[in-house]
């Protein structure tokens, strides 16, 4: 079966740096998505991404973050210059539709540590 | 704004049990989304069950099934024949049908143990 992957598994950062977290959605899924989830707390939404631009956004995605489908395959987040509150696992999550029944695929997570 | 609440932390049951996980939402919408997700260990999140507001039927999956209370915003996972494989962390979320809000919001999530 189809899975959504996500790269790297674990990324330690110094603050201040940036990083770029790496997602391959499923093949013929449109619709593209990143969660975040701090140690202890909710799965929270950030951003969904169809047809090349943002289609929503929370309060938490702000100027410090950005997403990208720099191919037909990939589907990055970027975080610039990371604070020690960025510290989360990041879901990748994509979806064939979204109307009724087209359930979100989700990634593994990327754990990122921001020291 | 929705709000999901997932109460129980932390479950256990013993294998060919049955356990339930309980699930409370927070909508002003009438017509609404829900789901269960299980995550085994350094797994992805995989879909268990889904159910649409406006059925009132509960939905069901082999040994999963729903208590779906619309009035009282509660949404349970019963797990029958507990197995093994079942141990993982099992997230409620709820999607709002709205055009243009295709957001999940998630509960905090509750694990599940199975003890043999």
């Known amino acids: 079966e189809p899975e959504v992957t996500q790269t790297p598994s674990h990324q330690v950062t110094q603050m201040g740096q940036e990083v770029i977290l790496r997602c391959v959605p499923i093949s013929n899924h449109l619709y593209f998505y990143w969660y975040r989830q701090i140690l202890g707390q909710k799965v929270e939404f950030l951003v969904s991404?169809?047809?090349?631009?943002?289609?929503?956004k929370s309060e938490i995605f702000d100027d410090q973050f950005s997403v990208e489908r720099p191919d037909g395959s990939n589907f990055t987040l970027k975080i610039r210059s990371t604070k020690l509150e960025d510290s989360a696992m990041y879901f990748c999550?994509?979806?064939?539709?979204?109307?009724?029944?087209?359930?979100?695929?989700f990634g593994p997570g990327t754990r990122l540590t921001v020291t | 704004a929705q709000t999901v609440t997932q109460s129980q932390p932390e479950m256990s049951v013993q294998e060919a049990e049955t356990v339930t996980l309980s699930c409370t939402y927070d909508?002003?919408?009438?017509?609404?989304?829900l789901f269960w997700y299980k995550q085994p260990p350094s797994r992805q999140m995989i879909l268990v069950i889904r159910?649409?507001?406006?059925?009132?039927q509960n939905a069901t999956e082999n040994r999963f099934s729903v208590n779906f209370q619309k009035a009282a915003k509660s949404f349970s996972l019963k797990i029958s024949d507990s197995q093994l494989g079942d141990a993982a962390m099992y997230f409620c979320a709820y999607r709002s049908p709205t055009s243009g809000t295709y957001k999940y919001i998630f509960g905090t999530g509750t694990r599940l143990k199975v003890l043999a």
């Open positions: 991404f169809y047809n090349n631009e943002i289609s929503e």
């Open positions: 159910q649409e507001a406006y059925k009132q």
């Open positions: 909508t002003s919408e009438s017509d609404y989304y």
């Open positions: 999550a994509s979806s064939l539709s979204h109307g009724q029944g087209y359930e979100q695929y």
